[in-house]
């Protein structure tokens, strides 16, 4: 039987994390090369597949920093998505410019792209520069809330074998401070009766017993859960014969305390019946 190469091209802002996402790869046995001119990946994937005692994974990192030759990455990563004998992931690694100013004023580090203008306007040049292939990326990570050691985790849940098992993230959050950008489906539990409002709930989470209990005691509750798990029962052996590695579940309330952080909990702990699930409260802890 022959094995499938896993190739993983990694790319995305200046400043967003793609040092520590190879260190993350490169963890868990990919053989990592930073900084190679897209053209040169086709020859090097070769000679990987040739080599003695064959590699299975390999991952690269390229950006703007290229220059001209940075240019053919779309060309390239349709290319070996073409081929039969390898499986290609293009990853995108973004972050917002408040978040990529702060990384770079820390390391005391130039934009590579332009190192005599102003942070800002590099950081917006680049961001049109790479729309195209943000566009085409199978996989957007906005790390601008993540600490390296999430990012870590979060590459890690997506790329280490599974034995099978479809890694799912079962992620709460609230609507107030945006959707997860690399949410694969979204639901909305803000129709549920809000513990925010009960004054001796409101301290407490979505993880606490009384929190839980009072958000699950409603019918619409069991309704919701009930016809939400259904259709993700019915959804994840079907992205699975589509080939779909990974899958992000997001369920949001207003603040991301109380409902969603109890539906979550739910929906994590059925999921765990057929797939390998990671449960995070994103929002949880941003209100007192």
């Known amino acids: 039987m022959t094995v499938r190469l896993e190739t993983v091209i990694l790319t995305g802002m200046s400043g ?6 190879m260190q993350a790869l490169e963890d868990i046995g990919f053989f990592c090369v930073d900084n190679l001119p897209p053209a040169l990946m086709p020859r ?11 590699l299975s994974k ?11 030759l940075f240019e053919p990455l779309l060309t390239t990563v349709e290319e070996l998505r073409s081929r039969k004998d390898m499986d290609t992931t293009l990853v995108f690694l973004d972050a917002n410019e408040a978040t990529l100013v702060r990384r770079y004023k820390e390391s005391r580090r130039r934009h590579p792209l332009s190192p005599t203008a102003r942070l800002t306007e590099s950081i917006t040049q680049e961001r049109i520069a790479l729309e195209a292939v943000r566009a085409a990326a199978d996989i957007v990570i906005d790390t601008s809330d993540m600490a390296t050691s999430v990012l870590k985790k979060e590459l890690t849940s997506r ?7 479809m890694p799912v993230h079962v992620v709460s959050f609230g609507f107030k ?15 549920l009766p809000n513990p925010h409002y009960i004054d001796e709930l409101r301290p407490f989470t979505g993880e606490d017993e009384p929190v839980y209990d009072y958000v699950m005691q409603w019918p619409a509750t069991q309704q919701f859960i009930a016809k939400a798990e259904e259709m993700l029962d019915f959804l994840l052996p079907e992205y699975q ?8 579940i997001g369920i949001g309330c207003t603040g991301g305390k109380h409902r969603s952080v109890a539906i979550a909990r739910h ?9 390998d699930v990671e449960l995070s409260h994103r929002d949880k802890g941003r209100e007192g």
């Not at 090097?44 to 064959?54: C, P, Q, R």
């Not at 401070?177 to 129709?191: H, K, L, N």
């Open 16 to 21: 967003a994390g793609k040092s520590v996402a």
């Open 44 to 54: 090097l994937l070769d000679m990987a597949e040739h080599a003695s005692g064959s």
């Open 58 to 68: 390999v991952a690269f990192a390229c950006d703007l920093r290229g220059g001209a």
């Open 159 to 165: 790329f280490e074998a599974h034995a099978g098992r």
């Open 177 to 191: 401070y945006g959707v997860p950008v690399d949410a694969d489906m979204v639901f909305d539990v803000r129709f």
């Open 241 to 248: 014969r589509e080939g779909k590695s990974h899958l992000v």
């Open 267 to 275: 929906v994590a702990e059925h999921l765990r019946q057929k797939a």
